[in-house]
């Protein structure tokens, strides 16, 4: 008898083995001199959040705790609230892109929202915005362009106003500051 192993079987097998390859190749395995870090746990928690050290995939240098969630994304919020009046064609939040479809409040001229995410801090070079406008003719010819007047500007400040606000309270909700007990701290007198 001949015994088959099925495709997905091997490309598990596969799956696993480039896993192990490449976690190994990430260097998360370093040796570590205990002499370097204090024995009490909470005064290790402090010099680890004051080191900007933690959990990391694939060697990113960003410190501290950056979530890459959408509601907790201040520029992606803000613009989304900016312009929820327009219906969305795409969303993509993982890509970074937001495209409106083409809207038209009974004139003559229809508009278009392009706006990518290029980081996820609140800066001015965080965005790229493109409004395209259509103009159609009675023959429902259409003449679509790009443009550059005052309205990308004017789109861009104000998600990134809205954006600072949402970014500060954020901050103002979860500041906690923190502080070290040691093992006599909690005794009653």
């Known amino acids: 008898m001949t015994k088959y192993i099925s495709i997905t079987k091997i490309l598990s097998i596969f799956t696993l083995i480039l896993s192990l390859i490449l976690l190994n190749s990430c260097g998360i395995y370093r040796p570590v001199d205990a002499r370097e870090y204090p024995p009490d746990p909470k005064l290790r928690v402090k010099k680890n959040l004051e080191e900007g050290r933690g959990f990391r995939l ?14 907790s994304n201040e520029l992606w919020r803000a613009s989304l609230d ?5 219906p969305l064609v795409s969303a993509n939040y993982s890509g970074g892109i937001i495209i409106t479809d083409w809207y038209n409040e009974g004139g003559g001229e229809s508009v278009k929202i392009t706006i990518r995410f290029l980081s996820n801090e609140v800066r001015v070079d965080a965005l790229s915005i493109k409004v395209f406008t259509k103009q159609c003719g009675a023959n ?3 003449q679509i362009s ?3 007047g005052s309205l990308p500007s004017e789109l861009k400040k104000n998600i ?30």
């Open 140 to 142: 429902i010819d259409c």
């Open 160 to 189: 990134l106003k809205k954006a600072a606000i949402y970014e500060k309270q954020n901050k103002d909700k979860n500041f906690k500051e923190y502080q070290v007990t040691t093992p006599g701290d909690n005794k009653r007198e």
């Open 58 to 71: 694939m060697g990113s240098d960003k410190k501290g705790g950056v979530f890459d969630f959408a509601s």
């Open 146 to 148: 790009e443009n550059e």
């Open 82 to 86: 900016t312009i929820d009046f327009m």
